[in-house]
Nanobody
Framework: QVQLAESGGGLVQAGDSLRLSCAAS????????VGWFRQAAGKEREFVAA????????READSVKGRFTISRDNAKNTVYLQMNSLKPEDTAVYYC?????????????????WGQGTQVTVSS
C-alpha cells in the first residue's frame, strides 16, 4: 500500500516556475514508478511525466518537454516535478500516481495509487 500527497501548487504568472512534490508513505516506495498527470477543467486527465523507481529512466509529454523535469529522492520518499517557463495552458489540478510494475507509462489505468491533487494556476 502506498499513500500519496501532492503539494507545491499555487497561482503564478506566465514564465514563472514551480516545484511540485509528491510525498509517499510505504517502505518499498523505491520499487514503484511514479507519474505526474494533470486535469484541466472540463478535460480528461493527461500524462505529464513519469519516473521509474530507481530514478534512472524518465519520460515527459511532448507538451512539457524541455520545461518540466521529474526527479525523485527515495531517501525522502518524494517525487518532484520542476516546472519552468509556465504557460496559461499549464493550468490544471496536478496529480501524482504510483504503480508497482515499475516502468514509465502515460496510461492512467496503469497507476493504482493516487494523491488528492494540487491546483496550479498560471495567469497571462
Amino acid at each position: 500500500q502506498v499513500q500519496l500527497a501532492e503539494s507545491g501548487g499555487g497561482l503564478v504568472q506566465a514564465g514563472d516556475s514551480l516545484r511540485l512534490s509528491c510525498a509517499a508513505s510505504g517502505r518499498t516506495f523505491g520499487n514503484y514508478a511514479v507519474g505526474w498527470f494533470r486535469q484541466a477543467a472540463g478535460k480528461e486527465r493527461e500524462f505529464v511525466a513519469a519516473v521509474v523507481g530507481s530514478g534512472t529512466i524518465t519520460r515527459e509529454a511532448d507538451s512539457v518537454k524541455g520545461r518540466f523535469t521529474i526527479s525523485r529522492d527515495n531517501a525522502k520518499n518524494t517525487v518532484y516535478l520542476q516546472m519552468n517557463s509556465l504557460k496559461p495552458e499549464d493550468t490544471a489540478v496536478y496529480y501524482c500516481g504510483a504503480q508497482p510494475n515499475n516502468y514509465v507509462t502515460g496510461e492512467t489505468s496503469a497507476y493504482g495509487y493516487w494523491g488528492q491533487g494540487t491546483q496550479v494556476t498560471v495567469s497571462s
